[in-house]
Nanobody, 121 residues
Framework: QVQLVESGGGLVQAGGSLRLSCAASGSIFSINVMGWYRQAPGKQRELVAIITSGGSTNHADSVKGRFTISRDNAKNTVQMQMNSLKPEDTAVYYC???????????????WGKGTLVTVSS
């Protein structure tokens, strides 16, 4: 069994900062890509940022220069520092990991339950 648990969401004023964290646990053999996605009310889930095991990153244009994704491979965690938050960043943020568990020969995508970020104007 694999679990992804997010933390760090909350209510913040526009221009403020939050730091999201996600910890993966369970029978993990290896983790390829980890990332953050978000879903605002009435909208589809969208990619925010991803990071490979080697540290290569990709951020959505809407958050470039404001959000920074990072990870700790030894701890199976991924973080995202969110600065200069805007009301349009309000959403449920989901952690995602493409990983292989012990005993599996292929990697699968796993999701956390999400953490709510609310940015007030």
């Amino acid at each position: 069994q694999v679990q992804l648990v997010e933390s760090g969401g909350g209510l913040v004023q526009a221009g403020g900062s939050l730091r999201l964290s996600c910890a993966a646990s369970g029978s993990i053999f290896s983790i390829n890509v980890m990332g953050w996605y978000r879903q605002a009310p009435g909208k589809q889930r969208e990619l925010v940022a991803i990071i490979t095991s080697g540290g290569s990153t990709n951020h959505a244009d809407s958050v470039k220069g404001r959000f920074t994704i990072s990870r700790d491979n030894a701890k199976n965690t991924v973080q995202m520092q969110m600065n200069s938050l805007k009301p349009e960043d309000t959403a449920v943020y989901y952690c995602n990991a493409n990983l292989r568990t012990t005993g599996q020969f292929y990697a699968k995508n796993y999701w956390g339950k999400g953490t709510l970020v609310t940015v007030s104007s």
